[in-house]
């Protein structure tokens, strides 16, 4: 019994040191998303790939050493102040070697200084708005970026719609839904030849749920689209709202369409709705896209969406470049993230040119019809 008592004083004690093994052995991902407030069910999307990747790969082997991954969870609130706070306690706190997220442009924006000042690589998931990786050395994304979007938009409006006049409704307070229609404008304009080709620009804010003031307007324009490139729940709620006013004018959004909750507040209203995104589950473009459709399905028993693809495949990029940094020094696997070439992701293919941390992706066009999110084509860059 002595020697016994003994043992477990002196396995006790060995816990305690810093050096101790069992601490040794753990990499600590940071999940930076929105998991309460307005952006909450887009940041579980994300939280639902990067889940799934953690239970299909749970460990990284560094040099002989076996690491368990665990996820430190943080939730920004859907909130730029809190978003800051949310990445302060990812680094401080928690201690994270690298950074998943997040949801929401403006939230990623908001928490990139602090991560660069670390010294932590983030990976953005869907945060498309060119400002979040733009001077930061140590954010990356696996997305493609507003600029391609906006471009596909307009593309979309002008030659699949035959649009020559267009409304523009944004999400004033939302980085991404500002940043995403100055692109479409760009683009719509010089697509049509027309600099008079946008009849008009109209705003709200996030968390507003009446839009017949816009509407009104909109409704006395002679626009052959309406693109609003906001929040899904807005975006639900406007088109909702103009289809009983009687407004029959298609709408175009973006990435930020493809949720659930879209079709949950809209209703049969929301259908005809086009949108960009990033991935269609019938078409496999890696050998990991059928992975996580499979796994995805099996785990959670329905359709993933192309947003929580994405985090299945910052997960795995996160982990690839650990191993090949043959580290969990997190400048290291900042180095090694900034090397990447031709990552096999369930998304598509990720390399990084010299200098930036946007990868070259195609999108995907969807349309909502009965009741689903169904695709159109994909248009590569």
């Given at each position: 019994?002595?020697?016994?008592?003994?043992?477990?004083?002196?396995?006790?004690?060995a816990?305690m040191?810093?050096?101790?093994?069992?601490?040794?052995?753990?990499v600590?991902?940071?999940?930076?998303?929105?998991?309460?407030?307005?952006?909450?069910?887009g940041?579980?999307?994300?939280?639902?790939?990067?889940?799934?990747?953690q239970?299909?790969?749970?460990?990284?082997?560094?040099?002989?050493?076996?690491?368990?991954?665990?996820?430190?969870?943080?939730?920004?609130?859907?909130?730029?102040?809190?978003?800051?706070?949310?990445?302060?306690?990812?680094?401080?706190?928690?201690?994270?070697?690298?950074?998943?997220?997040?949801?929401?442009?403006?939230?990623?924006m908001?928490?990139?200084?602090?991560?660069?000042?670390?010294?932590?690589?983030?990976?953005?998931?869907?945060?498309?708005?060119?400002?979040?990786?733009?001077?930061?050395?140590?954010?990356?994304?696996?997305c493609?970026?507003?600029?391609?979007?906006?471009?596909?938009?307009?593309?979309?409006?002008?030659?699949?719609?035959?649009?020559?006049?267009?409304?523009?409704?944004?999400?004033?307070?939302?980085?991404?839904?500002?940043?995403?229609?100055?692109?479409?404008?760009?683009?719509?304009v010089?697509?049509?030849?027309?600099?008079?080709?946008?009849v008009?620009?109209?705003?709200?804010?996030t968390?507003?749920?009446?839009?017949?003031?816009?509407?009104?307007?909109?409704?006395?324009?002679k626009?052959?689209?309406?693109?609003?490139?906001?929040?899904?729940?807005?975006?639900?709620?406007?088109?909702k709202?103009?289809?009983?006013?009687?407004?029959?004018?298609?709408?175009?959004?973006?990435?930020?369409?493809?949720?659930?909750?879209?079709?949950?507040?809209?209703?049969?209203?929301?259908?005809?709705?086009?949108?960009?995104?990033?991935?269609?589950?019938?078409?496999?473009?890696?050998?990991?896209?059928?992975?996580?459709?499979?796994?995805?399905q099996?785990?959670?028993?329905?359709?993933?969406?192309g947003?929580?693809?994405?985090?299945?495949?910052?997960?795995?990029?996160?982990?690839?470049?650990?191993?090949?940094?043959?580290?969990?020094?997190?400048?290291?696997?900042?180095?090694?993230?900034?090397?990447?070439?031709?990552?096999?992701?369930?998304?598509?293919?990720?390399?990084?040119?010299?200098?930036?941390?946007?990868?070259?992706?195609?999108?995907?066009?969807?349309?909502?019809?009965?009741?689903?999110?169904?695709?159109?084509?994909?248009?590569?860059?």
């Amino acid at each position: 019994m002595k020697r016994f008592g003994i043992s477990i004083l002196v396995l006790a004690l060995a816990c305690m040191l810093p050096g101790a093994a069992f601490a040794q052995n753990v990499v600590k991902f940071g999940v930076f998303e929105p998991l309460t407030g307005a952006n909450a069910a887009g940041g579980a999307e994300e939280l639902d790939g990067i889940r799934l990747a953690q239970s299909l790969y749970p460990t990284v082997t560094v040099g002989g050493v076996t690491y368990k991954i665990e996820l430190a969870i943080a939730d920004n609130k859907s909130d730029k102040v809190e978003a800051a706070n949310a990445g302060q306690s990812l680094v401080d706190r928690d201690k994270v070697q690298v950074v998943l997220g997040s949801w929401g442009s403006g939230l990623s924006m908001a928490a990139g200084p602090i991560f660069q000042a670390a010294k932590v690589p983030a990976i953005g998931l869907s945060c498309t708005n060119p400002l979040v990786t733009k001077d930061n050395p140590y954010y990356f994304r696996v997305c493609f970026i507003d600029p391609f979007q906006g471009t596909v938009m307009a593309t979309y409006a002008y030659s699949n719609v035959k649009a020559k006049k267009a409304v523009i409704i944004r999400e004033v307070s939302n980085d991404y839904s500002v940043g995403l229609a100055k692109f479409f404008v760009d683009s719509f304009v010089k697509l049509t030849g027309d600099p008079k080709a946008i009849v008009a620009t109209l705003n709200y804010n996030t968390g507003d749920q009446d839009f017949s003031a816009q509407l009104t307007q909109i409704k006395s324009l002679k626009a052959d689209v309406i693109f609003a490139p906001g929040n899904y729940t807005e975006s639900a709620l406007i088109i909702k709202q103009a289809r009983e006013l009687g407004i029959k004018t298609p709408f175009l959004g973006g990435d930020t369409w493809e949720i659930q909750e879209l079709i949950n507040v809209g209703k049969t209203a929301v259908e005809g709705a086009v949108m960009s995104t990033f991935f269609d589950n019938d078409a496999p473009l890696t050998a990991n896209s059928k992975i996580f459709v499979t796994e995805f399905q099996k785990k959670y028993g329905r359709v993933p969406s192309g947003t929580t693809v994405l985090g299945f495949d910052g997960y795995l990029l996160a982990r690839d470049a650990i191993i090949r940094a043959n580290s969990v020094n997190s400048v290291k696997i900042r180095d090694a993230i900034a090397a990447t070439n031709k990552f096999a992701g369930a998304s598509g293919y990720v390399t990084f040119a010299p200098g930036s941390g946007d990868p070259v992706k195609s999108a995907v066009i969807k349309e909502v019809k009965n009741g689903k999110f169904v695709y159109k084509t994909t248009v590569n860059p």
